[in-house]
């Protein structure tokens, strides 16, 4: 399989924003770990093929959500890929085993998912393979973090205050794919709700979605195993005035995992997934404002 390599003198922008003719609902709807615009710089420092890159991606997921502007809420989704640079985590989550030099003392060296090798810059794939052929100089971090991460972030809180401002409450959805591992909790589910147990989102909005998918037929979890991520928990503030709640769906349901394909099914999934979408935002539109 050929990655999208991007050189460095045609860089994408990091981020695609689809917006709708007028924004009719208080909510927004991201995807941070769909991108797959691979910087040439990181595919060759990479150690690994192709398709063991791309499976940390959540394949498609921005394809899926689609048609989120056809219903009055808008789109952003990265450009870039999870493996490269991760936008659903603190800013400077970083491993000090990835580095040449030491560390500036305010970097997270000390959370869960840096011990994991998940952090900003990820060390390993969603696989556990490690990325790397040699360790990288810090400079790389930070500019990967300035050019990338915080233009993400930058664009999300933009469109959070404006909804907010205008609507006086915002409802974001953090769009989400996750493996079809067996022996993973999630196996017996298709797709996975993620409110931070209750903390980040009003419950109302957690059962519309349910509703929508039991009603096509779909098996539905709350919270287990995916509550939420850095997106969801740090944007999730009801008191505020912003609901987040993260959704998570099987990747079998609608591509090859093994080859990075759609699948056949992809088409009524993807339908499926609007049936959500409208749900979703009939209950941003009766949530309370401040």
């Known amino acids: 399989m050929d990655l999208p390599i991007v050189p460095p003198a045609a860089a994408s922008p990091p981020v695609t924003l689809a917006h709708p003719v007028v924004q009719a609902v208080p909510v927004v709807f991201a995807s941070p770990h769909s991108g797959r615009d691979y910087p040439a710089e990181f595919v060759a420092a990479a150690r690994l093929d192709a398709l063991a890159l791309r499976r940390s991606e959540d394949g498609f997921v921005d394809e899926l959500f689609a048609t989120a502007p056809d219903h009055g809420a808008p789109l952003l989704a990265a450009t870039f890929p999870r493996a490269f640079c991760d936008a659903n985590r603190e800013a400077w989550e970083l491993d000090p085993a990835m580095f040449e030099e030491d560390l500036p003392p305010w ?162 999934v993807q339908q499926d997934v609007t049936t959500m979408i409208v749900a979703l935002t009939k209950a941003g539109a009766q949530l309370r404002t401040r």
């Open 107 to 268: 970097v997270n060296t000390a959370s869960a998912r840096v011990s994991a090798g998940l952090g900003t810059i990820a060390r390993v794939v969603s696989s556990g393979e490690s990325i790397y052929r040699r360790k990288l100089r810090f400079a790389e971090a930070e500019r990967r973090i300035r050019l990338y991460w915080e233009p993400f972030h930058a664009a999300l809180r933009e469109l959070i205050e404006e909804t907010r401002r205008r609507f006086g409450v915002c409802l974001l959805v953090d769009c989400h794919s996750m493996p079809g591992n067996s022996t993973s909790p999630a196996a017996a589910a298709d797709f996975v709700l993620g409110d931070a147990h209750g903390t980040a989102c009003a419950p109302r909005v957690l059962r519309a979605a349910e509703e929508a998918l039991g009603g096509l037929g779909y098996r539905v979890r709350r919270n287990d195993p995916y509550a939420g991520g850095f997106i969801t928990r740090h944007y999730g503030r009801p008191r505020e005035g912003v609901h987040a709640v993260q959704v998570e769906i099987c990747r079998p349901l609608y591509m090859d995992e093994a080859r990075m394909e759609k699948l056949p099914a992809f088409t009524q």
